[in-house]
C-alpha cells in the first residue's frame, strides 16, 4: 500500500554546540554585571551620605624631634691641625680597641712575652748603658721578622707606674709584644696595629710607665708591601690611637739596605699603635656608572658651555658638571675638590690607573660615549671591555711620542679617541724609590670616522697645564687640567677654547705666550684664614704639611678654574675672534684646617 507524503513538513531545528556556548557566556556575564552592582550598593550610599566628620590625628614629631635624631655636623680636626692644638684619636681603632676591624687582615705576628730585667729599670744603669744589653724583643710570624723593640738599660721609669687599680706593681715585670691585625686600606692604608704592654706578676697592665731614654721600634717589610698598599716608605708614620699628646704621630725612617721603618719613641702607652701613612696620589674621584644617566642614586646637574661652531663631530660637548657620588668617593680626608670646584667637574675624559693592595692594577674610563666605567682587561692585559657592556674597543698602545703607555678606543659609530699619547696629557708619580706610576690618560684626540666626502681629516685635540712638584730629586706631576681645545676640518682651525687657572705658580705656553695659569695672591691666602704661612701659595682647602701630622699628599688637585674663552678660529693676536666668555666661580673656601661648625 503506498504512503502518502503531507504538503507540508514541519521544519526541524538543530541547535549547534557553539550556539549552547553563546547562551552560557551570556548567561555569565549578565550574573556578573549583576553581581557587581548589588556589591557597590554600599558604597554608593556611602558617598551618598558620607560621615559628619573624620577623626583627627595630631601629629607628635615636631622639627626639634627630628634635629634631636640627628649628629650635628663637626670640622674635620684630624691629623692636619697645629702643632699647639689637640689631637684626636686615630680614626682607625677605637680608644682601647683590640677587636680586629671588619675589612683588615688578620694579625700573622705570634705574641711574645720576655722578662724585663732589673738592668732595664734601674737609673744607676743610664751612665753605663754602652755596656750594659737593653732589652731586646724580636715578634715574628711565618715569614721572618716583623716588629722588633730595643729599650735601653735603666730607659724604663716605674716611678709613676701603676695598675689599673691604682695599685704599684708586684713581682716581676714582663714586657708583651702582639699584633692586633694585619692590612688595613681605608681613607689611611695601614701595615698593621700592634701593641706594647708591660704587666707585674699578677698580670695586671701597668700605665703611667715612662722612659728615661728613647726606646727604638723596627718595624720589618716586604717587597712590594709598601706600594702595594699605595704608600711612601719615606712618609710612613707611627701613630697610637688613644694618645694625645704632641708626640702623637712619629715619623719613621725607612732603612731600604734593611727593608726596615725605624722610629724613636719616648714613651710606651699602654694603647695600640698603628704603622700608616696616606696615600700619595689623591686626585679628585671619578664615579663609575655604566652610563650617565638619571637613575644612578646620585644628584647630579650640568652646565653646558657655549663653544663656537665647528666641523660635524669635532665640537667638544664641555660642560660644569655636578655629581654628589664624586663628592661621596673622596674617602680619604686629605684629598681636595677638583679644579672646577667641589663635585664639581670640567673634563673631556681620561683613563684612571687604581692600584688595589694585592698590587694589581684596574683602570677606569671616562668621557666616551658618555661611558664612565671600571675597565676588565683580556689574558693579555693590553685589550679591555668595560664592565657593563658598552661595545667599546679600548686597547693599551705605545705612544711614538712618550715611549709610555696610552689607550686607543674605537666607539659603535667608528670614532677615534686618544688617551695620554702626549707628554702632557700623560699624568705620572715618581715615589721614593724612583718608580715610574702612571695614574691617569687625559684625553689629546678625537678623530670622526670617515663619512664620505669632505669629512677626512677632521679632528680635536686637547693639550693640558701641569703643575709639577720636585722632591728628591726625582719629579712629578702634581695636578694637571685642560690648558687648550682645538677643532677643525684638517687644514684649517675652525675653534679654539683657551682655559684659565689660578694655581701654586705663573704658567704661559712658550708657543703661544699666553698665561694659563696666574699664582695665587697673598690676599687670597690670607682671605683663606691658615693657622699657619703655607711653604707655597697654593688653593685654600688643599692640605699643608704640618709638624706631628701627616704629609700632605704627593698627587692632588692645586689649580683653581677661573675662566673658559672659545674663539673663532685660531686664538692668536692677528687672527683670533672672540666667540664666547665664561667666568666660573673660584674656590673662596675656608682653609682645610679652619671649617666651622654648622
Known amino acids: 500500500m503506498q504512503q502518502t ?60 624631634k627630628f634635629l634631636q635624631q640627628g649628629n650635628p655636623y663637626k670640622s674635620f680636626e684630624g691629623l692636619h691641625v697645629a702643632p699647639n692644638s689637640t689631637l684626636v684619636a686615630h680614626q682607625g681603632t677605637k680608644t682601647g680597641s ?32 754602652q755596656n750594659v744589653a737593653p732589652l731586646h724583643i724580636i715578634g715574628s710570624g711565618t715569614q721572618g721578622p716583623r716588629l722588633e723593640v730595643i729599650i735601653p738599660a735603666g730607659a724604663l721609669d716605674l716611678s709613676k707606674a701603676t695598675t689599673s687599680t691604682g695599685a704599684p706593681p708586684h713581682g716581676a715585670l714582663t714586657l708583651t709584644l702582639s699584633q692586633l691585625y694585619g692590612h688595613y686600606s681605608a681613607a689611611l692604608n695601614e701595615l698593621g696595629s700592634f701593641q706594647v704592654q708591660i704587666s707585674d706578676a699578677q698580670g695586671q697592665v701597668l700605665k703611667g710607665v ?16 709598601l706600594s702595594d698598599l699605595g704608600l711612601n716608605a719615606d712618609k710612613l708614620y707611627l701613630i697610637w690611637s688613644a694618645q694625645a699628646p704632641t708626640n702623637m704621630a712619629i715619623p719613621l725612617h725607612n732603612a731600604t739596605k734593611t727593608s726596615t721603618l725605624v722610629a724613636q719613641v719616648s714613651t710606651l702607652a699602654i694603647t695600640p ?15 663609575n656608572f655604566a652610563s650617565v644617566q638619571g637613575n644612578g642614586g646620585q644628584l647630579s646637574y ?67 660615549d658618555n661611558v664612565s666605567d671600571l675597565l676588565i682587561p683580556d689574558t693579555t692585559g693590553n685589550a679591555f671591555a668595560t664592565e657593563h657592556i658598552s661595545y667599546l674597543k679600548i686597547n693599551k698602545i705605545t705612544s711614538g711620542n712618550t715611549g709610555q703607555p696610552c689607550f686607543a678606543v674605537r666607539d659603535t659609530q667608528g670614532n677615534y679617541f686618544e688617551f695620554g699619547c702626549n707628554a702632557d696629557a700623560l699624568q705620572y708619580y715618581i715615589d721614593s724609590n724612583g718608580n715610574r706610576i702612571n695614574y691617569r690618560y687625559d684625553f689629546d684626540k678625537m678623530i670622526p670616522a670617515n663619512e664620505g666626502p669632505g669629512t677626512n681629516g677632521r679632528n680635536m685635540t686637547a ?43 705663573n704658567y704661559s705656553d712658550p708657543n703661544n705666550h699666553i698665561q694659563y ?41 692645586t689649580l683653581s678654574l677661573q675662566t673658559v674663552k672659545s674663539y673663532i678660529g ?19 673656601d675656608l682653609s682645610f684646617n679652619n671649617l666651622p661648625p654648622l
Not at 687604581?354 to 684596574?362: A, D, I, L, Q, V
Request: hydrophobic share 35%; proline share 9%.
Open 98 to 129: 683590640t677587636k680586629t676591624l671588619p675589612a683588615a687582615e688578620p694579625a700573622r705576628m705570634r705574641t711574645v712575652n720576655q722578662t724585663i730585667p732589673s738592668t732595664i729599670t734601674t737609673r744607676s744603669n743610664l751612665a753605663t748603658s
Open 302 to 368: 650640568s652646565y653646558p658651555l657655549v663653544v663656537a661652531p665647528g666641523p660635524e663631530g669635532t665640537m667638544p660637548q664641555l660642560a660644569v658638571s655636578y655629581s654628589s657620588e664624586a663628592t661621596n668617593e673622596r674617602h680619604a680626608p686629605t684629598t681636595p675638590a677638583d679644579n672646577a670646584g667641589e663635585g664639581w667637574s670640567l673634563a673631556l675624559g681620561s683613563v684612571s690607573a687604581s692600584k688595589y693592595p694585592n698590587g694589581t692594577t684596574w683602570y677606569s674610563i671616562s668621557g666616551v
Open 273 to 287: 699603635f698603628v704603622v700608616t701613612g696616606t696615600d700619595p696620589i689623591q686626585t679628585p674621584p671619578h664615579a
Open 210 to 225: 715612662q722612659l728615661r731614654t728613647p726606646a727604638t721600634l723596627i718595624l720589618h717589610y716586604r717587597v712590594h708591601e
Open 517 to 557: 695659569e696666574t699664582q695665587y695672591s697673598s690676599t687670597y691666602e690670607t682671605n683663606c684664614h691658615l693657622p699657619t704661612p703655607s711653604p707655597q701659595p697654593q688653593r685654600c682647602d688643599d692640605p699643608i704639611d704640618r709638624s706631628n701630622g701627616l704629609p700632605d699628599p704627593d698627587v692632588m688637585s
Open 570 to 588: 685660531d686664538n692668536t693676536s692677528l687672527r683670533r675672534a672672540e666667540w664666547h666668555t665664561t667666568s666660573l666661580c673660584k674656590h673662596n
Open 463 to 505: 693639550s693640558y697645564v701641569q703643575d709639577q712638584e720636585t722632591s728628591g730629586g726625582h719629579t712629578w706631576i702634581r695636578d694637571a687640567a685642560l690648558k687648550q681645545v682645538t677643532y677643525g676640518n684638517g687644514i684649517n682651525r675652525i675653534g679654539t677654547i683657551d682655559f684659565f687657572y689660578n694655581g701654586p705658580s
Open 5 to 64: 507524503l503531507p504538503l507540508f513538513r514541519a521544519p526541524q531545528i538543530r541547535v549547534s554546540l557553539h550556539t549552547y556556548k553563546l547562551f552560557f557566556t551570556i548567561l555569565l556575564l549578565c550574573l556578573f554585571l549583576f553581581t557587581n552592582i548589588v556589591s557597590n550598593l554600599p558604597v554608593v550610599a556611602a558617598a551618598t551620605h558620607p560621615a559628619a566628620s573624620l577623626p583627627t590625628v595630631r601629629a607628635n614629631f615636631t622639627l626639634n
